[in-house]
């Protein structure tokens, strides 16, 4: 089984910046693709940020030139690091990653979501 625990959400004010983080643990050979995601107007989940296990990133529209994500293989972890944050960026920020464990299985796993609020 794998957990992913996120940390470093919390109450910005307009313009300011927050750093997610996000690790993995259990049973994981390796993890592919990790990506952040939030609700979408209608409700729909968002791909806000994903890189690949090479570092291949892919952004939505409206985060380009505003966050960054990154990761480190060797601590399991993916971080979303968010400048210039606007209130409708507030959200529940979820992370998810495809991870193959030691039985070769690969699944996808979602964190419990972390709280980002955007509010002057």
């Known amino acids: 089984q794998v957990q992913l625990v996120e940390s470093g959400g919390g109450l910005v004010q307009p313009g300011g910046s927050l750093r997610l983080s996000c690790a993995a643990s259990?049973?994981?050979?390796?993890?592919?693709?990790m990506g952040w995601y939030r609700q979408a107007p209608g409700n729909q989940r968002e791909l806000v940020a994903s890189?690949?296990?090479?570092?291949?990133?892919n952004y939505a529209d409206s985060v380009k030139g505003r966050f960054t994500i990154s990761r480190d293989n060797a601590k399991n972890t993916v971080y979303l690091q968010m400048n210039s944050l606007k209130p409708e960026d507030t959200d529940v920020y979820h992370c998810?990653?495809?991870?193959?464990?030691?039985?070769?299985?690969?699944?996808?796993?979602w964190g419990q979501g972390t709280q980002v609020t955007v509010s002057s």
């Open positions: 998810n990653a495809e991870v193959q464990s030691w039985n070769l299985r690969r699944n996808n796993y």
């Open positions: 259990g049973s994981i050979l390796r993890i592919y693709d």
């Open positions: 890189i690949t296990r090479a570092g291949s990133t």
